[in-house]
């Protein structure tokens, strides 16, 4: 018999399968449902930036959302609730506390431990109704925060969470989405220059219930939103967008998890991210889990990065699991490229200057996404926010 | 009178094997309102010459000029070829996600112009165009050619052609993949234009079906990369008949 030694075929050790662990009946997480949850801060091991999930994060920048103690105090926001929507501070034993999920990784379980009071909105509007939060004065200290969205059955909204300032902020959002209940919610970080901002969205979509989810990350140094939607109700609906754009040693990062766990769920993953500077770096990692239960699943996840200087990476990474076969559809895409060629030279073609026509180019594949938010105050702001970024990189 | 001369071209194109010289010494010579038809085997070289005349950067000018009444045509960028007056409908007409055609048009119009079209007639004037070539008003909001249908996207070219009133216009292959219906539109189009502006037509097909609703002034037979032989409309109707097996004997030989 001959032996077939790893050496032979130039096999390393994987970096994250924890290879050289102690225990050598270590076992790596099969499946993307089964990582270890804990709302306790001490459950997680420190972490060293070699790990699966921390590895394409700048771990040294973010130390004190790690490790720290945080402020969990109430901070101030600016909003207008509208009739139907409640918004209010709650406490730690309130009952919609843990509704949808819990921590996966030291940062969020960090500030979950340390939250005191938990901004807590709830919709029972079932006409439309659009709610606009603004934080804008989180500051340097490091905060902890966390935050429950309810969706009421049957109730229709636009929830829009705007952040700007300086922020220190390790977050928590946990969101349901009640049945037959239509959520649009957006969360757009931008943040001043120096701002440092992790979060976890935890969601469940109910039976007949429809989620639109969209984060919107412009400004800040590092800032990693990460958010993880349960379709667990038959009949649910999820449709996840995300819109990026770094500058110069701006570290955006995403980590989305889409979980088909109940039957005929659909689900549509759609991440845009454009890079210009040196140092522009961004993380996009798209997983799907379709469950053992999931029969007549429809999913599809893209991500697409347009690299507009040299000096930037993109990682993309999409990850499919199916446990079922009965399923109707599924599919993921990614691609990072520079313009295309072939679009200038349409534009170009038809009188448009060249700088006119990759401002064209750009705008028009961003707005795919912005397109989808569904407020047009939002979107028009949106619009300036991408062309004075562009004109940035002519400064 | 505007005149576009072609003068003793040779382009060539990098490809994976290496560089391969396409056009080998083309001479032509249109006058403003002039149509002419070139006519041509697949891989004659026929799509190079229009994309060379529109600055394509895949084409690489080895010798020889392209003079928009006496001014070298080959020395401007893509944007100043459209504003000297050159327009190429394409045969693959690109997809613009995000950009809707209504503000791509207009944006164009104003590239072209040097100032922006007064709202109102120039909404005008694009919705009885539209109308002309029997597009849905929807297509103004959709963008630009993402998700047309093949006769669509050619309309869409056409369209252009109308409302950006070029001097001189080439037209790659617009007849390929069109129904009778579609290009009778199409063509209708076309002769719109010329009537409307008096532009001359560079019409670049592989069958003389097009050529029924768009009279040839000329025909050029193109071969190998140079003009191989040319007439009247009547070289039209003898290639319809014999097809290109006349030119291709001489050259399979090389």
Do not use: C
């Not at chain 1, 050289?20 to 420190?46: I, L, M, W």
């Not at chain 1, 659909?266 to 239960?293: E, H, M, P, S």
């Not at chain 2, 502006?197 to 990369?225: S, W």
């Amino acid at each position: 018999m001959t032996v077939v030694t790893p050496e032979q075929h130039g096999l390393k050790a994987h970096s994250d399968g924890g290879w050289d662990a102690e225990d050598k009946n270590f076992v790596p997480v099969q499946t993307r449902s089964g990582r270890p949850k804990s709302f306790e801060h001490s459950d997680f091991a420190p972490v060293t930036g070699i790990e699966a999930d921390w590895k394409l994060t700048p771990v040294k920048l973010i130390k004190p959302l790690l490790d720290d103690a945080l402020d969990g105090s109430a901070y101030t926001f600016t909003t207008d609730a509208p009739a139907g929507v409640t918004v209010e501070w709650i406490a730690r034993d309130d009952k919609r506390i843990a509704s949808a999920g819990a921590p996966e990784e030291r940062a969020s379980a960090n500030a979950w431990t340390s939250f005191e009071q938990a901004l807590a909105i709830t919709v029972t509007s079932e006409e439309h109704v659009t709610l606009r939060i603004s934080r804008a004065d989180l500051g340097n200290t490091a905060r902890g925060a966390h935050t429950v969205i309810t969706a009421r059955p049957h109730s229709n909204s636009t929830i829009i969470v705007e952040s700007s300032g300086d922020a220190l902020l390790s977050e928590n959002v946990e969101v349901v989405v009640e049945e037959g209940a239509s959520l649009n919610f957006v969360s757009v970080q931008d943040w001043n220059d120096e701002a440092i901002h992790l979060a976890s969205h935890f969601v469940q979509v109910g039976r007949d219930a429809t989620l639109k989810h969209t984060v919107i990350s412009l400004g800040g140094k590092v800032v990693r939103v990460n958010p993880a939607v349960h379709l667990s109700g038959e009949g649910a609906d999820g449709e996840l967008y995300g819109l990026y754009f770094a500058d110069e040693g701006q570290h955006l990062e995403q980590r989305v998890y889409m979980h088909h766990k109940a039957a005929h769920t659909r689900g549509r993953v759609n991440y845009k991210g454009a890079l210009q500077g040196a140092g522009a770096r961004t993380v996009w990692v798209g997983d799907v889990l379709i469950g053992r239960d999931g029969a007549g699943t429809d999913s599809y996840e893209q991500n697409r990065n347009l690299v507009l200087t040299e000096g930037t990476r993109a990682d993309s990474i999409p990850n499919l699991e199916i446990e079922t076969g009965d399923i109707q559809g599924a599919g993921h895409a990614s691609a990072t490229g520079r313009f295309d060629d072939e679009q200038l030279f349409y534009l170009q073609a038809r009188g448009i200057s060249e700088a006119e026509a990759r401002r064209l180019v750009v705008i028009g594949f961003l707005s795919e996404i912005v397109q989808k938010v569904g407020d047009e105050q939002l979107e028009a702001r949106l619009h300036s926010a991408i062309e004075s970024e562009l004109e940035g990189s002519k400064a | 009178m505007s005149v576009l001369s072609v003068k003793d071209l040779h382009v060539s194109v990098e490809t994976e094997e290496g560089s391969k010289h396409i056009l080998k010494g083309v001479n032509l010579t249109i006058n403003q309102g002039e149509i002419h038809a070139i006519m041509g085997p697949n891989g004659s070289g026929k799509s190079t010459l229009a994309y060379t005349i529109a600055g394509h950067p895949k084409y690489h000018v080895e010798s020889g000029s392209v003079t928009l009444d006496g001014k070298e045509v080959l020395d401007m960028s893509i944007d100043e070829r459209a504003r000297a007056g050159l327009f190429l409908a394409m045969q693959y007409p690109v997809e613009i996600p995000g950009v809707k055609v209504a503000d791509f048009l207009r944006t164009a119009k104003t590239a072209l112009s040097g100032e922006a079209p007064a709202l109102r007639p120039w909404i005008k004037e694009v919705n009885s165009s539209m109308k002309a070539l029997r597009m849905d008003k929807t297509f103004a909001d959709r963008n630009v050619n993402e998700g047309f249908s093949g006769g669509e996207k050619k309309r869409n070219e056409i369209l252009q052609l109308e409302l950006l009133k070029p001097t001189f216009a080439i037209l790659d292959e617009t007849d390929s993949g069109l129904d009778v219906d579609a290009l009778k539109i199409v063509s209708e189009g076309v002769n719109r234009a010329r009537e409307n502006t008096g532009l001359g037509l560079l019409l670049i097909t592989h069958y003389t079906r097009i050529l029924r609703y768009i009279k040839p002034d000329f025909v050029h037979v193109f071969v190998d990369g140079r003009v191989a032989e040319q007439g009247g409309p009547e070289l039209a109707d003898r290639l319809e008949n014999e097809g290109y097996d006349r030119f291709l004997t001489d050259t399979s030989v090389a």
